[in-house]
């Protein structure tokens, strides 16, 4: 079956501009997960969405980052005006309902920010 | 909070040789605990996970990793190292009973020298 699929795979942006990023998790998996991989900071966790509860956004950095999922399944993770240090690559991550079980990572996006 | 930490960042050995990198992780209570590989231009996949029972547990590709409870470790190893073991390895843990966010640690480089 499908893997976890992410879009795009690469994103140059400009400062200040606002980027999109998309995630399409493993059908039939409940949970969604986004995290952030960069130079020096390792894998952070940014948001998490389980079924129909009220996301978990306690990772998100500041509000400039946002992020929706649609019908329990499509993510989209939103950085208004873009900042250098936003530059990193974009993980999405799903998992299936139960708790610590294991999640399933999509290729990234790697997003530059000039 | 939850907290991991690899102390090894780049480990540098001939095809072969034995592996031990190392995985602390500090939590009170329940944990799961994951390691994660990423091969080069590849996204991070599951090598091997403990839940409970048994704590030597086997993964892909000949690894496993042994859970010490009271040291509070998580220690990965192989055998006998290959060529295409060459990656980055991500020690992880999450709590069942928490708020499902995998917490990881910053991550080895692996190089194998043919």
């Known amino acids: 079956g499908a893997g976890v699929s992410q879009s795009p795979s690469n994103k140059v942006t400009e400062k200040g501009k606002d980027v999109e990023l998309r995630c399409d998790p493993i059908s039939g998996h409940t949970a969604l997960y986004w995290y952030r991989q960069s130079l020096g900071q390792g894998l952070e966790f940014l948001i998490y969405?389980?079924?129909?509860?009220?996301?978990?956004k306690s990772g998100l950095p500041s509000d400039r980052f946002s992020a929706e999922r649609t019908g329990g399944s499509v993510s989209t993770l939103t950085i208004q005006r873009t900042q250098q240090e936003d530059s990193a690559v974009y993980l999405c991550a799903s998992s299936s309902s139960g708790v610590g079980e294991t999640q399933y990572f999509g290729p990234g996006t790697r997003l530059l920010v000039l | 909070a939850q907290s991991v930490s690899q102390h090894n960042h780049h480990v540098i050995l001939s095809e072969a040789a034995s592996l031990e990198l190392g995985c602390n992780y500090s939590?009170?209570?329940?944990?799961?605990l994951f390691w994660y590989v990423q091969y080069p231009g590849q996204h991070l996949q599951l090598l091997l996970k403990y839940f409970s029972g048994d704590p030597l547990v086997k993964g892909i590709k000949g690894f496993e990793a042994e859970f010490i409870k009271s040291k509070f470790s998580f220690n990965l190893r192989k055998p006998s190292v290959q060529w295409s073991d060459t990656a980055e390895y991500f020690c992880?843990?999450?709590?069942?009973?928490?708020?499902?966010?995998?917490?990881f640690g910053t991550g080895t480089r692996l190089t194998i020298i043919p």
């Open positions: 992880a843990v999450i709590s069942p009973f928490g708020n499902e966010k995998l917490t």
């Open positions: 939590y009170g209570g329940t944990v799961n």
């Open positions: 969405f389980q079924g129909n509860s009220a996301p978990d």
